[in-house]
């Protein structure tokens, strides 16, 4: 089945306590992202990834960091979290071609920083 | 700020019904819309993506687009109970750069049995 997978679906942590946050796609997509989405503000783009070794910020990149080593995944790494953290987070993929600009999203994780 | 606005509801409507979703945005630039619905706790599908002035149907969705206004707009015909979610609008920004879509934070829509 093709699908985004995320994990930890659910998460809660403590002020400064490392995290990494992983996603997975098998449609073999070049391009992933990660949103978060609080109440009141929608959905927000955090960091994209154009093709593996390439990224790049999206509009709230801060306290967050990415990598992609590998085409199908992009984990999201908070490397000290604070409480204004806590939010839904979704990782999604795009195909290539006319549907290049439909995104696909996980199931989302739910992270709460205490 | 290229923004994407939404009338956040809730919005009630009798089952059976047509409800009436709408977003506007404001970079005219804009060529390509989507329309998300996004269960409680749950991540965004894809309902309909519009491209072109006018409308475009799917079902009992009914996309519909004007540039020259700058709103986007989606109907659902016959609604039903399971229609009741928040429905997101977005927008692929202009102006080029690797990506670009803004979405608007969306309308809670109720459907009453």
């Known amino acids: 089945e093709a699908q985004v997978t995320q994990n930890p679906r659910y998460l809660i942590t403590v002020t400064g306590k490392k995290l990494t946050v992983t996603c997975s796609q098998n449609?073999?997509?070049?391009?992933m992202s990660w949103y978060r989405q609080d109440p009141g503000l929608g959905l927000r783009q955090i960091y994209y990834?154009?093709?593996?070794?390439?990224?790049d910020k999206g509009d709230v990149p801060e306290g967050y960091k990415v990598s992609r080593k590998e085409k199908r995944n992009f984990p999201l790494i908070l490397e000290s979290p604070s409480p204004n953290q806590t939010s839904l987070y979704f990782c999604?993929?795009?195909?290539?071609?006319?549907?290049?600009?439909?995104?696909?999203f996980g199931p989302g994780t739910r992270l709460t920083v205490l | 700020q290229k923004e994407v606005e939404q009338n956040s509801g809730p919005l009630s409507v009798p089952e059976g019904a047509i409800a009436s979703l709408n977003c506007t945005y404001s970079?005219?630039?804009?060529?390509?819309f989507f329309w998300y619905r996004q269960y409680s706790g749950k991540s965004p599908e894809l309902i309909m993506f519009?491209?072109?002035?006018g409308d475009k149907e799917d079902g009992r969705f009914t996309a519909q687009l004007n540039k020259a206004s700058q709103y986007v707009s989606l109907l659902i015909r016959d609604s039903q109970p399971s229609d009741s979610a928040t429905y997101l609008c977005?927008?692929?920004?202009?102006?080029?750069?690797?990506?670009?879509?803004?979405f608007g934070k969306g309308t809670h829509l109720i459907i009453q049995p």
């Open positions: 999604a993929s795009r195909p290539p071609g006319p549907l290049a600009l439909v995104q696909f």
């Open positions: 449609m073999n997509h070049e391009y």
């Open positions: 990834s154009m093709n593996v070794e390439v990224t």
């Open positions: 970079d005219r630039g804009s060529q390509s």
């Open positions: 519009i491209y072109s002035n």
């Open positions: 977005a927008v692929v920004r202009s102006g080029g750069g690797a990506d670009g879509l803004t």
